[in-house]
Every structure is written in structure tokens, then in C-alpha cells.
């Protein structure tokens, strides 16, 4: 398995603004990925995060809304931007150490806007 | 949309085997079941997986029909801390995509 750690764990931001969002794992993977979970729903894939290329994000999410950085094989960023009230979610990250095995999950950062 | 259906939601006796079941009928031949659980604030915590063959470990039993259209985890002796929300998940086809459903939420009664 991996361990994955996610800053910050919760934050409160005000409306208008930007926050990053840190995943680290403590080993090398291929296959990163973001998820949203809105509250009292399931988790909801945002984007695949691979080391050295873009991100692939699905239906719905777009990159100027969550830009994703994913410079080495252990790290990867998701910045929300200019949030508003309804970006207040559960965000996690997940990694996939090798095809067909199960994926791992971050405790996911606690996000509120006011 | 999720390739899985699960019930809404399921109560168990503390110390009796829970049994959760999951359709998924259009499952490719070479796709894995994976099962999950979320207890609250908490990211989801794999459990265990299966292609074709009933699995086992220290959490959990697998069941896999054997058409693979349906699957039951069984927790064996359910305790108050096994109350949470149960995730059955394929993967979209080809690809190494979750799609969540709305997942079972079992709790366990005292």
C-alpha cells in the first residue's frame, strides 16, 4: 500500500480566492487522481494526474477552474480557483501503485467558502 | 454513470455477518470488483478486490457469482466500528477510472 498525505487537512476561504491543495506519497506512482466529494454525496473523479504530461479531467471540471501540477512521481497539486460557496467539498487525492491494483486515498482536504 | 448498484442502505446486529450486495451486470471479462469503505471525515479505505475468484483476507470475504454479474462482501462478525458507508466500484472500461456510486450505508446496531 501507500501512504498519502494531504495539506491542508481543512481550511475556510473566503469567496474570490484560490487554494492549493498538496498530495504527497511515500513512494513513486504513475497514476494520481483528484476527487470531489460534495457534501452528503459519493466522491466524483475531477482529473487524472500523470507525471510528465497534462492532466485529464472529465466532464464538468476544467483547467482554468482547477489547474493541477503533478511535477515529480510522489507529489501533485489541485489549486481551486476563485472559489465560491459551491466549491465547498471534500477534495482527495488517490494514487495507483500498479495496473489493476486498488487505488489508495488521502483523508481528503476539509474545504469551506463563506 | 456508475457501473454499479448497491442498496441505499443496511443495518446488521453487532457480532453477525453483514452482507452487502452489488449488481454489476455489464462487467467486462477482465475487470476487477473492488470494494471500499468511508467512515465519516475519513478518505475511503480499500478492503478488497476479485476478478473471477471468491476472495479472502483479515477484513473481508468476496463472493463473485459465477456469471460475475453480482458480488456480496461479507464482514464476518460485524462490530460498532464497521458502521460506514460501502463502495462497490468497476472500472470504466479500459480505463484505470473509478466511478463512485452512492454506495450502501450500513450501520451496525449494539
Known amino acids: 500500500s501507500a501512504v498519502i498525505s494531504q495539506k491542508p487537512s481543512r481550511d475556510i476561504c473566503q469567496r474570490g480566492t484560490s487554494l492549493t491543495i498538496q498530495c504527497q506519497v511515500d513512494?513513486?506512482?504513475?497514476?494520481m487522481f483528484w476527487y470531489r466529494q460534495q457534501p452528503g454525496q459519493s466522491l466524483t473523479l475531477i482529473a487524472t494526474?500523470?507525471?510528465?504530461?497534462?492532466?485529464?479531467?472529465e466532464s464538468g471540471f476544467v483547467i482554468d477552474k482547477f489547474p493541477i501540477s503533478r511535477p515529480n512521481l510522489t507529489f501533485s497539486t489541485l489549486t481551486v480557483s476563485n472559489m465560491s460557496p459551491e466549491d465547498s467539498s471534500i477534495y482527495l487525492c488517490?494514487?495507483?501503485?500498479?495496473?489493476?491494483?486498488?487505488?489508495?486515498f488521502g483523508d481528503g482536504t476539509r474545504l469551506s467558502i463563506l | 454513470d456508475a457501473k454499479t448498484t448497491q442498496p441505499t442502505s443496511m443495518d446488521c446486529a453487532e457480532g453477525r455477518a453483514a452482507n452487502l450486495p452489488c449488481n454489476h451486470s455489464?462487467?467486462?471479462?477482465?475487470?476487477?470488483v473492488y470494494w471500499y469503505r468511508q467512515i465519516h471525515s475519513q478518505g475511503p479505505q480499500y478492503i478488497i478486490h476479485?476478478?473471477?475468484n471468491n476472495e479472502t483476507n483479515e477484513m473481508a470475504s468476496l463472493i463473485i457469482t459465477e456469471d460475475r454479474k453480482s458480488s456480496t462482501l461479507i464482514l464476518p462478525h460485524a462490530t460498532l466500528r464497521d458502521t460506514a458507508v460501502y463502495y462497490c466500484?468497476?472500472?470504466?472500461?479500459?480505463?484505470?477510472?473509478?466511478?463512485f456510486g452512492t454506495g450502501t450505508r450500513l450501520k451496525v446496531l449494539a
Open positions: 513512494s513513486q506512482v504513475t497514476m
Open positions: 455489464t462487467i467486462s471479462g477482465n475487470e476487477y
Open positions: 488517490s494514487v495507483e501503485l500498479e495496473v489493476n491494483q486498488p487505488q489508495h
Open positions: 476479485g476478478l473471477k
Open positions: 494526474a500523470n507525471q510528465g504530461s497534462e492532466a485529464t479531467y
Open positions: 466500484i468497476v472500472r470504466v472500461t479500459g480505463t484505470y477510472k473509478y466511478i
